[in-house]
């Protein structure tokens, strides 16, 4: 059940980012795991905190941008692709 995983991610997420919640990849994670449980603004604000924890970090950019896409933000979409193919 896709719906079931996707709970499940939110959940493990959450309980390693209690262990470690300055960890850019868990906070990837997270936002990759809210975003396949219907909840882009949770996704986004995951997202936005990986990239802040580590601007350099590409795959979270990439999410960010298809995160920003599927809310309809296409310029920052746009912007958010256009720093990872920078890096």
């Known amino acids: 059940d896709p719906e079931q995983t996707a709970a499940e991610g939110v959940r ?16 990837n994670r997270l936002g990759g795991a809210l ?18 924890l580590d601007p350099r970090f590409v795959w979270a950019l990439s999410n ?3 995160i ?4 309809g933000d296409l310029n920052g979409s746009l912007a958010a692709h256009r720093e990872a193919v920078r890096l």
Do not use: F, I, T
């Open 12 to 27: 493990w997420s959450q309980a390693a980012l209690a262990v470690r919640p300055q960890n850019p990849v868990v906070w």
């Open 64 to 66: 960010l941008g298809n």
């Open 35 to 52: 975003y396949h449980a219907d909840d882009l603004d949770g996704a986004e604000v995951a997202l936005r905190r990986a990239v802040a």
């Open 68 to 71: 920003l896409k599927s809310k």
